[in-house]
């Protein structure tokens, strides 16, 4: 397995919940990590990413809620998600690349949040 999710749960609206992405990727400082998500019925969606620079990108809808970032010396990216809101209940992926499409999938870990 070379990327592993975890840190799901749940939790109630307004709280927060951190998400890890342990990579067993030779040379992980060179990957773009990223987190999507995929709510029940819906297509599967990007949330975040992170660049080697440590540059990030954020999808609207968590803007200003979610915090990507990574530790190169653990192999490891985090989501790090607050003021979390019903509609963020979904099965979050974290995902890797060093090219320009996603090549490496985690298995998935199920955040629910209730109102």
């Known amino acids: 397995v070379q990327l592993q999710a975890s840190g799901g749960g749940w939790v109630q609206a307004g709280g927060s919940l951190r998400l890890s992405c342990a990579a067993s990727?030779?040379?992980?400082?060179?990957?773009?990590m990223g987190w999507f998500r995929q709510a029940p019925g819906k297509e599967r969606e990007f949330v975040a990413h992170?660049?080697?620079?440590?540059?990030?990108y954020y999808a609207d809808s968590v803007k200003g809620r979610f915090t990507i970032s990574r530790d190169n010396v653990k192999n490891t990216a985090y989501l790090q998600m607050n003021s979390l809101k019903p509609e963020d209940t979904a099965v979050y992926y974290c995902?890797?690349?060093?090219?320009?499409?996603?090549?490496?999938w985690g298995q998935g870990t199920l955040v629910t949040v209730s109102s």
């Open positions: 992170i660049g080697v620079s440590g540059r990030t």
């Open positions: 990727l030779r040379t992980f400082s060179s990957y773009v």
């Open positions: 995902a890797a690349t060093i090219t320009t499409t996603w090549t490496h």
